[in-house]
């Protein structure tokens, strides 16, 4: 527990210090509780999620980093991989392909990665992965770019 | 460079931290107002990502300045630590025109045959036991001429550790050289002065040190030319601990001979465990569980085997030799043959 706190602080400052490192990701402690993380990131370019931004909600587990945080979308998304009600995200290394040497900043590349490359075998969202798998890909793309437009972007006026 | 890239990136973390925390502040923890918060966050990074695109690029830039130089953090101390040993350089080239210069009036003076012996203790002396003669002003200006004056002088006659000495000094341009040899030649030097002090001629060099003849100036520099003894009272406070110093090229041989990049990279960090953020102690250090070269604490190691055992850097078992490595921690030459011989293993 004092590890993963340890830890936990020197991620804080870590990314107080590089607030600008990345551009496309935002974290950001809760202020009370260093155990729940809140993460803005922005949809990759040449993706039906470009020009959104999605927000990310993480809970550290007591055991981290020996343990993966979890994370899911709080911003609505379609995406196979990401549950479309609950914003559950499947990805390996938030499950058995975690390391110790990842770090919640690190977690958000990967989603960002994820957001780029969906994995259409494995979906949690069976509407977009039927779409993907299908071959439709005009289909996935113009839901995902509705979806982007409805929830992650700033509403005009 | 580094203070550039220092001044490159304080000044978007100045300006950028203090309202934030300003905003945190104001808005509560209430659920409601932080969704708020977020999104007007979330607002506000997307205006600004339009409008300050060539900004942020100058801010990324800043940054990676600024993430090399904490990576090179280590380096960057051992570079400090370099830098001020060309300073304490300085300062001996200081004692080294005024000694030369001091030696410029007796070699030109009639009686420089015996002078130059006398000379010889007298330096002597001034090296050693000089710290309590007192500083006055230095004719300089005649290093260059000086300095030929007394190869020749130490060519003719004086003492073999005389020669020794400065032939050491006519080096004395290379700053590098003179800078590894001041780490190895000290004790040395001392020796050979602290001989030539017992000697007993110091006295007659006082006497002619009194003479008012040629010896106007007396170099008071107070320090040997070579480097100080770690116990010297008159070492600057400026100049890192021998120990530190000598530590560090080992530890960094070490790494190297690890070979790798997670070893490159923990040469960079070694000071703190990449797992739990806790300090690393020397045994940790020595501490290499996997070939590739990652290294942790011995705690989150052993909590890493309780739970599935793979190196968190390549996500390979930690292997039960390398484990048996762990029991030649201590030998740290031992442990990177194992290591090397793992790597190896799992290379073939």
Redo the contacts between chains.
């Keep these: 527990m004092q590890a993963s706190r340890a830890r936990l602080f020197k991620e804080y400052k870590e990314v107080q210090r590089e607030k600008t490192a990345d551009p496309d990701i935002q974290l950001v402690c809760d202020d009370s509780n260093i155990f729940k993380w809140t993460a803005l990131v922005k949809g990759p370019s040449e993706t039906p999620y470009d020009g959104g931004v999605f927000q990310l909600a993480f809970s550290v587990p007591e055991q981290y980093p020996l343990q993966p945080p979890q994370v899911r979308f709080l911003t609505k998304i379609f995406h196979p991989n990401v549950h479309f009600k609950t914003g559950e995200i499947c990805l390996d290394i938030l499950k058995n392909a975690w390391s110790p040497a990842w770090t919640l900043q690190s977690v958000c590349r990967a989603i960002i990665a994820l957001m780029a490359h969906p994995e259409a075998d494995s979906p949690l969202n069976c509407d977009s992965g039927n779409l993907l798998r299908s071959g439709d890909i005009r289909g996935y793309q113009s839901m995902a770019r509705m979806y982007t437009r409805l929830a992650a972007m700033p509403k005009k006026g | 460079m580094v203070s550039d890239s220092i001044a490159n990136v304080s000044i ?2 100045a300006s ?2 203090p309202r934030d925390f300003g905003k ?1 502040k104001r808005a509560n ?1 209430a659920a409601k107002l ?1 969704q708020c918060k ?1 999104d007007a ?3 506000q ?2 205006s600004q ?1 339009k409008n300050k695109g060539s900004k ?1 690029e100058l ?2 830039g ?3 300045c ?2 090399g130089m904490q990576v090179t953090n280590e380096k960057g101390q051992l570079m400090e630590k370099l830098a001020i040993k060309p300073r304490g350089e300085a300062e001996e080239n200081g004692g080294y025109t005024n000694t030369y210069s001091d030696f410029d009036s007796p070699s030109n003076s009639p009686t420089s045959h015996t002078s130059s012996v006398l000379e010889g203790n007298y330096s002597g002396t001034n090296f050693t036991g000089g710290s309590s003669s007192s500083s006055s002003s230095s004719s300089g200006g005649c290093y260059s001429v000086s300095m030929s004056e007394e190869d020749n002088e130490g060519d003719d006659d004086c003492l073999d550790d005389w020669e020794a000495v400065a032939d050491a000094l006519a080096a004395t341009d290379k700053e590098q050289e003179q800078h590894n040899s001041s780490l190895d030649s000290p004790p040395e030097v001392h020796m050979s002065f602290q001989l030539e002090v017992s000697d007993g001629k110091v006295p007659a060099m006082d006497t002619s040190q009194q003479n008012p003849k040629g010896r106007g100036t007396i170099p008071g520099f107070p320090v040997s030319f070579r480097a100080w003894r770690p116990d010297d009272e008159f070492r600057p406070q400026s100049l890192p601990n021998l120990s530190k110093q000598y530590t560090f090229p080992m530890n960094s041989e070490r790494h190297y001979r690890g070979g790798s990049v997670w070893g490159c990279k923990s040469a960079a960090i070694p000071t703190s465990c ?5 300090d690393l102690d020397f045994t940790d250090t020595s501490f290499l569980p996997c070939p590739c070269g ?1 290294r942790l604490c011995l ?2 190691h052993k ?2 085997l309780e ?1 599935d055992g ?1 190196c ?2 390549c ?1 390979k078992q930690y292997k039960h030799d390398t484990v048996g490595g762990e029991t030649t921690k201590d030998a740290g030459g031992l442990m990177f043959q194992v290591a090397r011989s793992c790597s190896m293993i799992s290379r073939s």
Excluded: D, Y
């Excluded at chain 2, 990449?274 to 806790?278: F, R, S, W, Y």
């Design positions: 978007p973390v950028s931290n945190k923890r932080k977020l966050r979330r607002e990074w997307l990502g942020q801010n990324g800043g940054e990676a600024e993430q990449p797992i739990c953020c806790e990652f705690f989150c909590k890493i739970e793979r968190p850097a996500r």
